[in-house]
């Protein structure tokens, strides 16, 4: 058995406290993708990229995009992935198509002009403005990129009558879950129609693609 997550990989991890259990995927290690110090996503860069799947039973489609409960988790491993009780099932490579990150607001410093409000598709500036902190909380609430430890992911699902589901909100973690998730992509000229890597600019797309395309038997 793998002794930590690989990319391309699907694992099984136990739901909250239940004997019941879930299936994820890592889209992504976050390392290989060389994130800068001043990167939106500097805060996860020793992160996995999980995706999480509805489904109870593992089929050859619990990761198609229609039966995707979570997609895109940054989990930071804290100690080994089998202390928490995951297990390792089996490798399902990663299309560059299927990548996909959160949703989220950074103010980001700048000189000359103070502070600006962003909102970000992963690595990529979706728009600019000037909210302050307090104007963003009383019209969206808080949502920025967080990530969460191994035993603190599989406390965030629970098993539901037919599907994995989720104990709480995720809104304040990604702006394609939030209540007002509609409003806030329109709002902020993000269309989630066109898949992530498209956006980005050929010499970053380049690591994503490198990052997903490293065969199994080399990792």
Same mark, same amino acid.
């Given at each position: 058995?793998?002794?930590?997550? $690989? ?7 136990? =739901? ?36 999480? @799947?509805? /489904? ?7 990761? &198609? ?5 979570? &997609? ?5 491993? %804290? ?11 089996? %490798?399902?490579?990663? !299309? =560059? %198509? ?5 949703? *989220? ?15 970000? $598709?992963?690595?990529?500036? !979706?728009?600019? @403005? &000037?909210? *302050? ?20 992911? *599989? ?7 037919? !599907? ?5 909100? =995720? ?7 939030? /209540?007002?998730? !509609?409003? =806030? ?12 890597? &498209?956006?980005?600019? *050929? ?6 693609? /490198? ?7 080399? $990792?």
């Amino acid at each position: 058995m793998p002794a930590t997550m $690989r990319t391309g990989q699907v694992w099984k991890f136990p =739901i909250g406290k239940s004997r019941a259990s879930g299936y994820c995927r890592v889209v992504l290690e976050m390392k290989e993708l060389e994130l800068q110090p001043e990167s939106q996503l500097a805060l996860v860069r020793s992160c996995v990229l999980l995706q999480v @799947s509805k /489904q109870k039973k593992l089929t050859d489609e619990s990761f &198609d995009k229609g039966n995707l409960l979570h &997609d895109a988790a940054f989990v930071y491993r %804290d100690g080994p992935w089998r202390n928490h009780g995951f297990e390792y099932v089996c %490798d399902l490579p990663v !299309a =560059i %198509d299927e990548v996909e990150l959160p949703c *989220t607001f950074l103010f980001r410093h700048y000189e000359k002009s103070g502070f600006k409000c962003q909102f970000n $598709r992963g690595e990529c500036l !979706a728009s600019e @403005s &000037d909210l *302050t902190h307090e104007e963003l909380h009383a019209k969206w609430g808080r949502c920025y990129v967080s990530m969460t430890s191994a035993a603190g992911f *599989t406390a965030d699902y629970a098993n539901g009558a037919n !599907a994995v589901r989720f104990v709480r909100s =995720i809104g304040h973690l990604d702006a394609r879950y939030h /209540q007002h998730a !509609a409003e =806030i992509l329109r709002e902020n000229n993000v269309d989630l129609s066109v898949p992530y890597c &498209d956006l980005l600019p *050929t010499a970053r797309r380049l690591f994503y693609e /490198q990052a997903v395309a490293v065969p199994a038997k080399s $990792r």
